[in-house]
C-alpha cells in the first residue's frame, strides 16, 4: 500500500462550488503539507502543517483552508471554486528528525478541474 | 528573484549515454538542502538525489549524480546511461532554513526540465 494517499484522484466541480481534498499517510510523520502543480510553473506550496496544532499558510494559500484532523490525515478545501483553481494538487510528508535529509514524500496527486 | 532556476524546458538524449540537467540556486542561507525529483508522466513525484550544503562529497544514488558546485550555486543532475524509463519531467528543488534557524522543511521547486530519451 502507498505511504501517501490522496482522495479523490481526479475531480470536476463547477465554479462556486465548495470541494475536499483528502491526504492520509501510514509514514507516522508529523509534517505535512500541499502543492498545487500548474504547467510552467513547477509546485508551489499552498499550506504546511508541523503537527495537529501547527498550521500555516505558503505562498499561494488564498482561497484555500486546510483541516489537520490527526496526525496522519491534512485536507484541503477549496471554499468556492473557480476556473483558475484548476491543477494538479500534491499532499507531501516530512519527518524532521531525519536531519538535514528531511525528503518530502508526496502522494500521487488530484486533478482538479474546475468548470 | 528565482530561488530555483532550471533554464532548460527541454532536454533530448539518446538511450544508454549521460545526461546533465542544470540547476542554480539562490540563497543566502550557509546551510540548506537540495533536492532532485522526477515526475513520469503518470504524475506522481519521485525523489532521486539529495545533497546537504556541508557535504563534502557530491551525491551519488545509482545512476544518478549530483554535481554539487556551492561557489556557483549549481547543483545539475547528472543521469549516466539513459534508459527509456527515465523520460520525465525533472525538478530540482531547494529547502532553506528560516533567520530564527529553525528547518522548516519547506521546499521551493524549479519549473521543471522535460527529458526525452530517444533509443
Known amino acids: 500500500d502507498a505511504d501517501v494517499t490522496q482522495t479523490p484522484r481526479n475531480r470536476i466541480t463547477k465554479t462556486g462550488k465548495r470541494i475536499m481534498l483528502e491526504c492520509s499517510q501510514t509514514?507516522?510523520?508529523?509534517?505535512m503539507y500541499w502543492y498545487r502543480q500548474d504547467p510552467g510553473l513547477g509546485l508551489r506550496l499552498i499550506y504546511y502543517?508541523?503537527?495537529?496544532?501547527?498550521?500555516n499558510k505558503g505562498e499561494i494559500s488564498d482561497g484555500y483552508s486546510v483541516s489537520r484532523q490527526a496526525q496522519a490525515k491534512f485536507s484541503l478545501s477549496l471554499e468556492s471554486a473557480i476556473p483558475n483553481q484548476t491543477a494538479l494538487y500534491f499532499c507531501?510528508?516530512?519527518?524532521?528528525?531525519?536531519?538535514?535529509?528531511?525528503?518530502?514524500?508526496f502522494g500521487p496527486g488530484t486533478r482538479l478541474l474546475v468548470l | 528573484a528565482q530561488k530555483i532556476t532550471q533554464t532548460q524546458p527541454g532536454m533530448f538524449v539518446q538511450e544508454k549515454e549521460a545526461v546533465t540537467l542544470d540547476c542554480t540556486y539562490d540563497?543566502?542561507?550557509?546551510?540548506?538542502?537540495l533536492f532532485w525529483y522526477k515526475q513520469p508522466s503518470s504524475g506522481e513525484m519521485i525523489f532521486l538525489i539529495y545533497q546537504g550544503s556541508y557535504d563534502e562529497q557530491n551525491a551519488t544514488e545509482g545512476r544518478y549524480s549530483l554535481n554539487f558546485q556551492k561557489a556557483r550555486k549549481s547543483a545539475n543532475l547528472v543521469i549516466s546511461a539513459s534508459q527509456l524509463g527515465d523520460s520525465a519531467m525533472y525538478f530540482c528543488?531547494?529547502?532553506?532554513?528560516?533567520?530564527?534557524?529553525?528547518?522548516?522543511?519547506?521546499?521551493?521547486f524549479g519549473q521543471g526540465t522535460i527529458l526525452t530519451v530517444h533509443p
Open positions: 507531501a510528508t516530512s519527518d524532521p528528525g531525519t536531519g538535514g535529509l528531511e525528503t518530502q514524500y
Open positions: 502543517s508541523f503537527d495537529v496544532k501547527d498550521i
Open positions: 509514514k507516522g510523520h508529523d509534517r
Open positions: 540563497t543566502s542561507d550557509q546551510s540548506y538542502g
Open positions: 528543488a531547494m529547502r532553506e532554513r528560516t533567520a530564527g534557524g529553525t528547518s522548516y522543511g519547506k521546499l521551493t
